[in-house]
């Protein structure tokens, strides 16, 4: 069984909750019998695919980036050509150039579509864009997303709720064995009480803005990991705070990253709007069986932590409760580890890679099982788009 993966970006141009959610599944597919390879842009592409994990990475040119959404004129090739010898297409959704690509390469092959997220941003973009975009999603064979959360809320799923399947993203354990026991050992020393931790990109929607006001008269430490657009104004947020109890530790490998996942006392995962759509960190923290403090907007980030149980819960935007949830977990170190030990099971429960793989691969045997209608007949009903056109 060979499945074509399609994505804007993807390993090792870009590290983001996307890609890796499309690394696990390319690796959790492949004990089922699925080979696995993904298409994506790169601006200095390699000749010859990369070979990354258990799987191939094949990149074409990427011409401009326009409104988040990387074009390129030499993809419509490749696509077509490894379209033609999958057995499964898998899109990555939301991407329009994608939708293009598909009805362009008229390859009749069955359509897996992972819904990761509504698009909340461009908001004017999306009016013109919204005729393309259900035509593709009525094209496709199966939609899946990743909790009952979004596919409550979204209203695009809601036009496609008899072909969407839940299924959660997946993390496998073993993947995050190697910590790095001298920096663990020194974050240890340096925050012997411990410390809240974020991990993510520095982009609008992760609400660190309303962490940093929430750290405002503190003295527990914050610890956040990564970069991004926002990260210049955050800084300067955080130095007109005056926080010192607030350290910006940057990038980091990921042995450093699952030592401090390892001491860390709590995951904050402040995201506030729905282009947060599961939050793969959050995903990070139960695994490592750490409480957790998010905000309630709809999507899977209250999939995954649940109020009370696995941690807290708050109001979006709202620094003062997401202050009081961090006073309490640091307080309260009892109900911090009952809330830890909560988490771990629900990970093993529902957001193991080899769940995941395992969900995939039956709807990948079941659909590659049906016979296609003719390329002819498949699309009689709809003109398919040229190059010329675009």
């Known amino acids: 069984m060979r499945v074509l993966h399609l994505f804007k970006t993807y390993q090792p141009d870009s590290m983001g909750g996307i890609e890796q959610t499309i690394f696990q599944l390319c690796e959790a ?10 298409l994506t842009l790169s601006r200095q592409p390699a000749a010859q695919p990369l070979r990354i994990a258990n799987h191939q990475v094949h990149q074409a040119k990427l011409d401009v980036n326009l409104a988040s959404t990387g074009l390129s004129r030499e993809v419509f090739q490749h696509f077509r050509h490894l379209a033609q010898e999958a057995d499964i297409v898998h899109y990555h959704f939301p991407w329009p150039l994608m939708d293009l690509l598909h009805f362009n390469a008229r390859h009749g092959k069955p359509s897996v579509l992972s819904y990761h997220s509504d698009i909340v941003r461009q908001r004017f973009l999306l009016q013109l864009y919204r005729p393309l975009m259900h035509r593709f999603l009525g094209a496709m064979d199966q939609i899946v997303t990743a909790s009952p959360n979004y596919l409550a809320t979204s209203d695009i799923l809601a036009r496609y709720r008899h072909k969407t399947q839940v299924i959660p993203y997946g993390l496998d354990k073993t993947g995050y064995n190697n910590i790095d026991p001298p920096r663990l050992a020194h974050w240890q020393t340096q925050f012997p009480d411990g410390f809240f931790l974020f991990v993510g990109v520095m982009r609008y929607y992760k609400g660190l803005h309303i962490l940093l006001d929430a750290c405002k008269d503190t003295h527990y430490p914050v610890l956040i990991v990564g970069a991004g657009p926002m990260e210049k104004r955050l800084r300067r947020q955080a130095d007109q705070l005056q926080l010192q109890n607030v ?3 940057g990038p980091l490998p990921d042995a450093e990253k699952n030592a401090l996942l390892q001491a860390c006392r709590v995951l904050v995962f402040p995201s506030h709007l729905r282009s947060e759509a599961f939050g793969i960190s959050l995903l990070e923290g139960a695994m490592f069986g750490k ?16 109020h009370g149980e696995t941690g807290l819960v708050v109001p979006p935007s709202d620094a003062m409760a997401l202050r009081q949830a961090m006073q309490q977990l640091w307080k309260d170190q009892a109900l911090s580890t009952r809330m830890g030990q909560a988490a771990a099971q629900r990970y093993q429960d529902l957001f193991t890679a080899e769940r995941m793989g395992q969900s995939f691969s039956a709807i990948y045997q079941r659909l590659a099982g049906v ?9 009689q009903t709809e003109r398919p788009i040229s190059e010329r056109e675009l």
Do not use: D, R
């Open 291 to 306: 409480p957790m403090i998010s905000s309630e907007i709809g999507t899977g980030t209250t999939y995954i932590n649940i």
């Open 29 to 38: 597919c492949k004990p089922w019998g699925v080979e696995s390879s993904v």
């Open 247 to 249: 350290h910006f530790v």
């Open 371 to 379: 016979p296609k209608l003719p390329l002819q007949a498949q699309y």
